[in-house]
């Protein structure tokens, strides 16, 4: 399985950024994808995630600013981050787990990673 994100990049505050992640090599539809985001000298920290069906959950900074979804036929999920702060600068990770462990706020129930790309965020 491999996991794609792209979409990172530099954008100044109040703006917006789209990232994409793109899944291969294996069934994409059942499986619980999540978003974290690592800032310079901190852990790695839970964002979003969606399941399979649909639903979505996000970390209360982020409610209302930022949205995930999915598109199963492309095997694709994607973050649409709006309203875009200094504090949201982190490498943002994607992250898939396939056995839908019912702990999608923490790293350790994911089987597989993305690349990491790097947001950055101006004041």
């Known amino acids: 399985v491999q996991l794609q994100a792209s979409g990172g990049g530099l954008v100044q505050a109040g703006g917006s950024l789209r990232l994409s992640c793109a899944a291969s090599?294996?069934?994409?539809?059942?499986?619980?994808m999540g978003w974290f985001r690592q800032a310079p000298g901190k852990e790695r920290e839970f964002v979003a995630a969606?399941?399979?069906?649909?639903?979505?959950y996000h970390t209360d900074s982020v409610k209302g600013r930022f949205t995930i979804s999915r598109d199963n036929a492309k095997n694709t999920v994607y973050f649409q981050m709006n309203s875009l702060k200094p504090e949201d600068t982190a490498v943002y990770y994607c992250?898939?787990?396939?056995?839908?462990?019912?702990?999608?706020?923490?790293?350790?129930?994911?089987?597989?990673w993305g690349q990491g790309t790097l947001v950055t965020v101006s004041s």
């Open positions: 992250a898939a787990d396939f056995r839908n462990r019912g702990r999608m706020k923490e790293w350790s129930a994911y089987d597989y």
């Open positions: 090599g294996r069934t994409f539809g059942s499986v619980v």
């Open positions: 969606i399941t399979w069906s649909g639903s979505t």
